[in-house]
């Protein structure tokens, strides 16, 4: 029996020794973020760079490879749980038809900055997705979709970086600015949950004006989250159409859509709930480790300032627009 797991465990196939090594830095990130002041993916994600050229030989690689790709979607399956229909529609039509059109407007804003920039697809579908609904937990969505293209595990590291970053700028600066204007509570909480790109992000500045800010906020920002089904449905069915191999959507895609479904008929209890949730997090974290583990820094220097100048227009137009309406039309 002993012989037996140590051949397991030693194989050059086995996914046990890298997977054990990425989970293992992605709990070490989730558990030491408070201290350093750093989100846990940007932190897993600087993990997996440490380590990165001896995971990237054996026996490490097999499991890195799999907490990249298959954990990843696993991750990713699980988020269906945060979208809570209920609490989304609390705020009447305003906020649905805010996102409704802000979502498909920042991606398609995306597509156009992208092509201007000459970026590769899937350089500015991860970065539209992750600017128009929810930071890096998008992009990583969008990217396991996209994981069959060539450019996909490179550019998303870098994009998931400059997104959260972007995010932490703007959980700062967004409410000394909204009390400098003296927007009203509602419509700040609209502003600050449709353009701030991480639910931890919105609630770190939603919270810091108010209660009533930071609960207005949340609810926005959900509705953005919620927008992640169909964005990913519709990469997914395009994905597909461009592609010559392949017998459908991605099996993820139908779980992932199934959790939304139960959730949102209320047939999760809250304590299989907040354990999806956990599994959630512990599972992106292990496949943001594996990403940082393929970084070379060469490659990551040689994005350039392309990515970031999208990334920093979509961010700010998603601000500006709806800050204009609020002055001209005097508040959602």
């Given at each position: 029996m002993g012989f037996r797991l140590y051949t397991l465990l030693s194989s050059q196939g086995s996914?046990?020794?890298?997977?054990?090594l990425c989970l293992a830095l992605g709990m070490a990130a989730v558990f030491s973020s408070p201290f350093w002041g750093v989100p846990s993916l940007i932190l897993a994600l600087f993990l997996g760079y440490v380590i990165g050229a001896p995971a990237r030989e054996f026996p490490l690689y097999s499991g890195i490879e799999f907490s990249r790709q298959n954990i990843l979607k696993l991750g990713v399956v699980l988020l269906g749980v945060?979208?809570?229909?209920?609490?989304?529609?609390?705020l009447g039509w305003t906020p649905v038809l805010l996102v409704s059109l802000s979502v498909p407007l920042t991606i398609l804003l995306a597509w156009v900055i992208g092509r201007w920039l000459r970026l590769p697809t899937e350089c500015w579908l991860i970065g539209g997705a992750a600017v128009a609904i929810c930071g890096a937990s998008a992009a990583m969505a969008v990217a396991a979709v996209l994981s069959a293209r060539q450019g996909t595990s490179r550019i998303l590291p870098y994009i998931a970086a400059s997104v959260t970053g972007i995010g932490s700028i703007a959980m700062i600066s967004y409410p000394f600015l909204v009390d400098v204007l003296g927007i009203n509570a509602q419509s700040a909480g609209v502003l600050i949950g449709i353009s701030i790109h991480d639910v931890a992000q919105v609630?770190?500045?939603?919270?810091?004006?108010?209660?009533?800010?930071?609960?207005v906020a949340i609810y926005t920002k959900m509705l953005r989250v919620a927008a992640l089904v169909p964005v990913i449905a519709i990469i997914a069915i395009w994905?597909?159409?461009?592609?010559?191999?392949?017998?459908?959507?991605?099996?993820?895609l139908y779980a992932f859509a199934a959790i939304v479904t139960?959730?949102?008929?209320?047939l999760i209890g809250d304590q299989v709930k907040w354990l999806a949730e956990e599994l959630s997090t512990v599972f992106l974290v292990t496949a943001m480790v594996g990403l940082g583990a393929k970084i070379q820094f060469v490659n990551l220097?040689?994005?350039?300032?392309?990515?970031?100048?999208l990334l920093l227009v979509l961010s700010v137009l998603l601000f500006l627009v709806p800050l204009l309406v609020i002055i001209i039309g005097g508040g959602f």
């Amino acid at each position: 029996m002993g012989f037996r797991l140590y051949t397991l465990l030693s194989s050059q196939g086995s996914i046990i020794p890298g997977f054990a090594l990425c989970l293992a830095l992605g709990m070490a990130a989730v558990f030491s973020s408070p201290f350093w002041g750093v989100p846990s993916l940007i932190l897993a994600l600087f993990l997996g760079y440490v380590i990165g050229a001896p995971a990237r030989e054996f026996p490490l690689y097999s499991g890195i490879e799999f907490s990249r790709q298959n954990i990843l979607k696993l991750g990713v399956v699980l988020l269906g749980v945060r979208l809570d229909l209920h609490q989304v529609l609390a705020l009447g039509w305003t906020p649905v038809l805010l996102v409704s059109l802000s979502v498909p407007l920042t991606i398609l804003l995306a597509w156009v900055i992208g092509r201007w920039l000459r970026l590769p697809t899937e350089c500015w579908l991860i970065g539209g997705a992750a600017v128009a609904i929810c930071g890096a937990s998008a992009a990583m969505a969008v990217a396991a979709v996209l994981s069959a293209r060539q450019g996909t595990s490179r550019i998303l590291p870098y994009i998931a970086a400059s997104v959260t970053g972007i995010g932490s700028i703007a959980m700062i600066s967004y409410p000394f600015l909204v009390d400098v204007l003296g927007i009203n509570a509602q419509s700040a909480g609209v502003l600050i949950g449709i353009s701030i790109h991480d639910v931890a992000q919105v609630a770190g500045a939603g919270y810091a004006i108010s209660d009533t800010v930071g609960d207005v906020a949340i609810y926005t920002k959900m509705l953005r989250v919620a927008a992640l089904v169909p964005v990913i449905a519709i990469i997914a069915i395009w994905q597909k159409s461009n592609s010559d191999h392949g017998n459908g959507l991605p099996g993820f895609l139908y779980a992932f859509a199934a959790i939304v479904t139960l959730n949102a008929l209320g047939l999760i209890g809250d304590q299989v709930k907040w354990l999806a949730e956990e599994l959630s997090t512990v599972f992106l974290v292990t496949a943001m480790v594996g990403l940082g583990a393929k970084i070379q820094f060469v490659n990551l220097l040689g994005e350039s300032w392309r990515p970031l100048f999208l990334l920093l227009v979509l961010s700010v137009l998603l601000f500006l627009v709806p800050l204009l309406v609020i002055i001209i039309g005097g508040g959602f």
